[in-house]
Structures are given as structure tokens and as C-alpha cells.
């Protein structure tokens, strides 16, 4: 276990605790910035984390860094210089100090502001219940709420996006009117078609492509959440918010 | 242009994998013996990252309708040449001469792979720098799907000379040891599962797949319950869900994980999970960073030793 607590932990503020860095493999790094894994970190934890994840973009050839993701709270890290897959097998000269790096980090942290990321505002058209959200009844017999209720709740929230996964263009959204969580169904579906709009527990997100899963189907969109071929191939980005528009049904 | 006779599941067009977009939620994909794709591309002088067949259930019979080099790393199948009937020998470069067909019959190690390299490489579109196969995102690789009956693939200019067939390579034959460090949670289990988790024998569940390995074994168990934040997640964490039973996560597996972990397989070892089929079994042995990179170390000297002597075979053939 290579755990460390940070050196600046003392100097920051109450709201962030000092960060936990483990050492995955030779080339991977994990940052935890909370301890409360109970729920989702606070949006100001968040943005750190964002801003923490745009420091490392900037430098993600000089660093020589492969993959940077920003989790729920937590931030992990790759560089080619140690991969295997992603680069030529000439690369290993210099093994890239991973300490040093890590140092860096812990002593950024706290003097990383955690002012907004300009993010958009997206509207996501969705069309209710019927064969669009074949689970609203459910979430209507679980919630007591009527249908329209929670439609109208649904459609009230604004959602931020803390981070990306699951899926390609997949959306964890901070926001869901609590009133509406509702649980994962017993019996997975087979297929959540992709543009599904469902609850699992107290999240709501929108399905990119097609999957197996557990989630509630409350709705539909027909935007297109992720296309590869485009520069930026994901609709929805950490920082941005969403809002639903109910384009009918129930 | 190659065409597709026969194709049993899962034989799927990949590279060396699609890194760096993780945090869109994209996986890596990629063939899960890297090493694999660079010794048969290094064979038939492509370029490290020309994309190959990973095939993993037979049969396959494809027919080329011009002259090729192809070459088989890999482990698992046997191939022939039908009209001379003759036997592509793993590691080594064979002439197909137009309207022939290779044939990969059954597997004789069900669930190895095999990986066919041809010269110029399979030319599908680059996506998000890769020519992977996204199975479950369904982008990459031929139309985002694993290979059927009747397609039909392009292959790339080959630029040189493949290396002469009398010289080839031994593939690497894996040890069923995956090293490995403790995870993030690894202090979240018990001392007696920490254990077991090091001494025990791990049986490859059938439900394994390109997502991630299954384990079967003495069930692990947390200190107490423990409930995580959504992180990143990387090909060779082994979760474990639940159930106790370890994933060892895989190039197909999801960018972001709420399940804890408690080991990480080191680079080095990452190959072997192509070539550990259902019903074999796996050791994990614990070891520390500076092994890891010792071990990643000492894979790039041979890589790089192989690339030496092939390339020098190669001048020579021209």
C-alpha cells in the first residue's frame, strides 16, 4: 500500500480533506480529495477536481500523461511513458517519475481555485412514460407521486454533470429531486435502449448507447449523447448543467 | 480484400487499443495481448499499431483475393492453408497466394486467442485514434461488431518486405501468475481474505469475457460494509463485487467503478488475461512498485531485442 497523506493538508480549508494518492501500478495514480463516500462530494469539492483535471490536460504532453478522469470526488491518472499498449517500446528510457508527480499535485491542490469551469446549459428534449418510459409507473407506485408529478419534478431539476464512464458520452448527474429516488429494479433488463432517460437510487441519467441494466426507463430523447466522429464527441462535459424538457407524454 | 466464409463468435478487428479518452466514458479496447499484435505486425514489417484479428472461437475461413503475408501469434488455433493444406506455423510469416483460404478450425484451447496479422494491416477507419472494435458502444473496428459470415476487409498498403519465413518467433507462454500491488481498498478486507486472496488458487469463471475475468474461489469479505464513490477504473483492477468473487477487469471493462478494489495487475502481466481461458486457473503474487517497473523494465528489453532482430532479418530479405 502506497498511501500518503498530503504535506499541505493542515493549510486547507475545512470544507477539503487532505488527499489520499495510491499508487495503482507503475504508471497509475488515484487521488481521493473526500472521505465521505456516503454521497455524492460537494459541488465545490467537485469543481476542484475539474480544475485539478484541466491543469493536467493542459500539461498532458509534457507530463506525458495517457488517461486523466475525474471520478465522483476523486481524479485517476495513467502516462504512456509506462504503458505497454500506447507507445513504442523504445519509450523506456526514463521511467517516469510518478512521486514527483504526485508531490506536484498534493501541493497544487490546495491553492487550485474552485471557481466555475464555464460549463453550458443543455436542454435534453424527453418524452414520458408509455413505451418511451416503460418504468414510470413503477417510480410513480415506489415515489407516490402521480405520473405528471414526477415529470414535472423531473423536468424542474437542474443537474450538473461531475464526470463521465460507464458509457461513452454517460452523464453522472449531481441534482435529482430527492421525492424521486427510487431503487434499481429487482431483474435487470436486458436492453435499456440507448436515449433512455432512468432513475437508479437517487441518480438520473441519460443512456447513450444500449446496454443491459437495472435502472428505471422513465422517458426518452432522441438526442445523440456521444458520436465518435465529432471533435468533441460528447454532448454533455463535467461542469455543464442540464435541464429536461418534457416533449409530452404520460 | 479478404472475405469472411466463416466466422464463429467473437473475431473482432483490434490494435494496440484507443488510450487517452477515458474520461469520456470511452474504454480502451484493443487486442488483449498487445504483445501478440507487435510481434506479428514486427513479422510482416506493418507498423506497431496496424490493426490484426483477435479471435477467440472458432472456426474462421477467410479467403484473399490477392497475394498476402500474413503471420499468427497468439495461442490456441490451428491454421492451414486449405489448398496446399499446408500448416501456418505460429510466429512465422506464410504466403497466401490469391484465392486461397486460411482456415482457423475449432480452438483447441477454448477461449485462447489467436491473433492474425496481415500485411498492410486490416484497414478500417480510424475512430478517436484507434481502429479497435467499441463492442459495447458498438463504434471501431468493422461497423462496431464482431466479425460475420460474408464481410468483407480491406487491407492496407504493405510499404516493405516481411521478414523471411524460416526465421520467427517463439510466443511467450504465460505463467498463470499475475503480479500484482494491493489495491486502494485493499485494508478494507479482512486479514484472513488478504490471504486468501494471495494463496488461492482463482479458477477462470465461463462467464469471462472481454470485460473482465471471473473468478471462482473462496469467497473475500470486507471488514464491513463499505460503500465507494465512483472512480476511474483501468484494465487489470480486480473488484470485487458483492458476491466476494474477484473481476479482473479487461480491455472492454467500464472507465468508472464503484466496486472496491483490492489489487491492481501490474503492466507487465496485462497480456496474460488473453491467454487464461475459463476453467484454468490464476495465482496472484503480491509485489512491490519498484518490481513492477523492474518487470515493465525488463518486457521493453525484450520487445525491443525481438525488434532488433527482426528488423535486421528484414534488411536483410530486401
Not at chain 1, 422513465?218 to 466522429?229: A, C, R, T, W, Y
Not at chain 2, 466463416?6 to 495481448?33: I, K, M, N, P
Not at chain 2, 480452438?107 to 486467442?113: D, E, F, M, T
Not at chain 2, 481474505?193 to 462467464?207: G, K, L, M, P, Y
Request: hydrophobic residues 40%; contains cysteine; negative net charge.
Amino acid at each position: 500500500m502506497t498511501a500518503k497523506e498530503s504535506p499541505a493538508g493542515s493549510s486547507l480549508s475545512t470544507a477539503v480533506v487532505a488527499p489520499r494518492v495510491t499508487r495503482l501500478r507503475e504508471n497509475t495514480l488515484l487521488f481521493s480529495f473526500t472521505d465521505d463516500h456516503s454521497k455524492a462530494p460537494e459541488l465545490i469539492l467537485q469543481k476542484r477536481v475539474w480544475a485539478l483535471a484541466a491543469w493536467l490536460e493542459e500539461r498532458r504532453e509534457s507530463l506525458g500523461l495517457l488517461e486523466i478522469v475525474p471520478g465522483m470526488g476523486n481524479l485517476l491518472l495513467s502516462t504512456a511513458v509506462q504503458s505497454v499498449g500506447a507507445c513504442s517500446t523504445r519509450d523506456s528510457a526514463g521511467i517516469f517519475d510518478l512521486d514527483s508527480l504526485s508531490d506536484q499535485i498534493l501541493i497544487l491542490w490546495p491553492t487550485l481555485a474552485s471557481t466555475d469551469i464555464k460549463g453550458r446549459t443543455i436542454e435534453i428534449p424527453v418524452i414520458y412514460g408509455g413505451d418511451a418510459g416503460p418504468d414510470l409507473k413503477e417510480v410513480a407506485a415506489h415515489t407516490g407521486l402521480s405520473p405528471d408529478d414526477i415529470i414535472a419534478r423531473h423536468c424542474a431539476g437542474e443537474y450538473r454533470v461531475y464526470c463521465l464512464g460507464f458509457q461513452p458520452g454517460f452523464a453522472y448527474l449531481g441534482g435529482l429531486d430527492a421525492a424521486l429516488a427510487t431503487p434499481r429494479r429487482a431483474t435487470p433488463r436486458l436492453v435499456i435502449p440507448a436515449g433512455s432517460v432512468a432513475i437508479g437510487g437517487s441518480q438520473t441519467a441519460v443512456y447513450p448507447s444500449t446496454t443491459p441494466g437495472g435502472w428505471q426507463i422513465i422517458g426518452h430523447s432522441v438526442l445523440k449523447m456521444f458520436d465518435p466522429e465529432q471533435v468533441q464527441p460528447s454532448l454533455l462535459m463535467p461542469g455543464d448543467l442540464v435541464r429536461f424538457i418534457n416533449m409530452g407524454g404520460s | 480484400m479478404i472475405e469472411v466464409l466463416r466466422c464463429g463468435a467473437l473475431t473482432t478487428v483490434q490494435d494496440l487499443g484507443r488510450h487517452g479518452y477515458r474520461h469520456l466514458g470511452v474504454g480502451q479496447s484493443g487486442a488483449l495481448d498487445p504483445i501478440a499484435v507487435r510481434q506479428g505486425n514486427l513479422l510482416l514489417g506493418n507498423p506497431a499499431e496496424a490493426a490484426v484479428l483477435e479471435i477467440s472461437v472458432g472456426p474462421l475461413v477467410l479467403r484473399f483475393d490477392q497475394d498476402c503475408a500474413v503471420a499468427l501469434t497468439g495461442s490456441g488455433f490451428v491454421a492451414t492453408i486449405d489448398h496446399g493444406g499446408i500448416d501456418l506455423l505460429p510466429g512465422h510469416v506464410a504466403m497466401i497466394a490469391a484465392g486461397d483460404t486460411v482456415t482457423l478450425s475449432k480452438s483447441l484451447v477454448p477461449g485462447a486467442r489467436t491473433y492474425l496479422a496481415v500485411a498492410g494491416g486490416i484497414d478500417v477507419p480510424l475512430v478517436m485514434g484507434s481502429r479497435s472494435t467499441d463492442i459495447n458502444a458498438r463504434f471501431g473496428g468493422l461497423h462496431g461488431r464482431p466479425l460475420q459470415t460474408g464481410d468483407k476487409l480491406a487491407t492496407g498498403l504493405c510499404s516493405t518486405n516481411a521478414v523471411p519465413a524460416k526465421k520467427g518467433i517463439r510466443p511467450l507462454s504465460p505463467s498463470h501468475i499475475l503480479r500484482a500491488l494491493p489495491g486502494p481498498d485493499y485494508e478494507s478486507f479482512t486479514a484472513q481474505s488478504c490471504e486468501d486472496f494471495w494463496n488461492q488458487a482463482w479458477r477462470i469463471n465461463h462467464q469471462s469475457n472481454r470485460m473482465g475475468l471471473r473468478l471462482s474461489g473462496h469467497a473475500l469479505e470486507l471488514l464491513q460494509s463499505l460503500e465507494l464513490l465512483s472512480a476511474g477504473v483501468l484494465p487489470g483492477d480486480v473488484q470485487v463485487p458483492s458476491s466476494g468473487l474477484p473481476i479482473v477487469l479487461a480491455n472492454d471493462a467500464q472507465t468508472i467503478g464503484g466496486y472496491p478494489r483490492i489489487a491492481c495487475v501490474i503492466q507487465a502481466d496485462l497480456w496474460q488475461l488473453a491467454h487464461v481461458p475459463p476453467g484454468t486457473s490464476v495465482y496472484f503474487q503480491q509485489v512491490t512498485v519498484d518490481e513492477a517497473i523492474t518487470a515493465l523494465v525488463q518486457q521493453r528489453r525484450y520487445l525491443s531485442r525481438m525488434e532488433d532482430s527482426l528488423r535486421s532479418a528484414l534488411r536483410e530479405a530486401c
